[in-house]
């Protein structure tokens, strides 16, 4: 097979075309801008979970437990009085972070079972946590009562998610810029190095595990700006953004995109989301059935999710993704 060689300048106008694309569907689907929210959201959250798993190398199948802190710390915000849009994702970002950074101190010193096993534990006891909180999350029914102040004191929330939907392109536009500046200094080139051979590493010297920390942090602060996000422009929040069930899906998600990619989790969310959406109006019944297939024949066709089939077609070097 023929492969084609892309420079860094076409692969930055390819990148332009990808956001500019996004963006213009706020004229061109103006029906489903709801959706396109929520899969920019989803997105977002697929390269959180990208930072750890894809390029430092944690196994983490529990990081639903800083989506839905995220949500739930933005949504009770909201609800006692601040509904200040920017607020709630600051008090998410820092609160994921300090939360993050605590729990990396057992995760990153155990083997990939003990991070699993730990990983999915924190994200039970939370949720049963919150379950309990009745009084305080609103348990099974949900946090309800969430009011919004208008972005910017300005723009207020809309039934058609035309705030919501540039609310949140910004938002993950400019977590994503931030990601990838990080993936590209040197702090990034030595996670994947720790990625790749984690003993080499170590024989130079490199301080292995406190960048792991460091990295979990970063990872874990970002997912609950994704949950922050979800949670205000759906001004709701439920038990769900807890669940191991998210966990999962977001894993699939990633996985579907291609892992340690920077673009896998978007190209992961966008497809997985497009599909789900297609397939429960398809056949509202069985749609799971017909998702499975779909999810199989992706994982049969080429290892690395779409992005690892398309580098069969396009040769990128790994630093220039």
């Not at 398309?310 to 990128?316: A, M, P, Q």
């Amino acid at each position: 097979m023929t492969k084609l060689n892309l420079n860094p300048r076409q692969i930055l106008a390819l990148e332009v075309v990808f956001w500019l694309l996004i963006a213009s569907t706020y004229f061109l689907l103006p029906d489903k801008l709801v959706l396109i929210s929520q899969i920019l959201i989803t997105g977002l959250f697929a390269v959180a979970l990208d930072i750890a798993l894809g390029y430092a190398g944690i196994l983490t199948v529990g990081h639903a437990a800083f989506f839905g802190v995220g949500a739930y710390l933005a949504g009770l915000l909201a609800k006692h009085g601040w509904g200040e849009p920017f607020s709630g994702l600051v008090l998410a970002l820092v609160a994921c972070a300090i939360l993050g950074y605590l729990l990396s101190y057992l995760i990153v010193r155990g083997s990939d079972l003990t991070r699993l096993m730990i990983t999915i534990g924190v994200c039970v006891l939370l949720f049963e946590l919150a379950n309990r909180l009745t009084p305080i999350t609103g348990g099974a029914d949900g946090l309800q009562g969430v009011e919004m102040w208008p972005v910017f004191g300005q723009f207020r929330f809309d039934l058609w998610g035309k705030t919501a939907f540039l609310y949140t392109l910004g938002v993950v536009l400019l977590c994503f810029l931030l990601v990838r500046l990080m993936l590209r200094s040197p702090f990034g080139l030595v996670l994947r190095g720790i990625h790749d051979n984690r003993r080499r590493m170590m024989a130079t010297g490199s301080p292995v595990d406190s960048r792991l920390r460091v990295a979990y942090c970063f990872s874990a602060a970002i997912a609950g700006v994704a949950g922050a996000l979800l949670a205000q422009t759906t001004q709701f929040v439920g038990l769900e953004m807890l669940s191991f069930n998210r966990s999962a899906e977001i894993l699939i998600i990633l996985i579907l995109g291609g892992t340690g990619r920077l673009y896998g989790g978007l190209i992961g969310a966008l497809l997985y989301m497009t599909v789900h959406d297609f397939f429960s109006d398809f056949d509202p019944k069985f749609w799971m059935f017909w998702l499975g297939i779909f999810l199989i024949v992706v994982v049969m066709i080429g290892r690395g999710g779409v992005l690892g089939v398309l580098s069969k077609v396009f040769k990128v070097r790994e630093h220039q993704q």
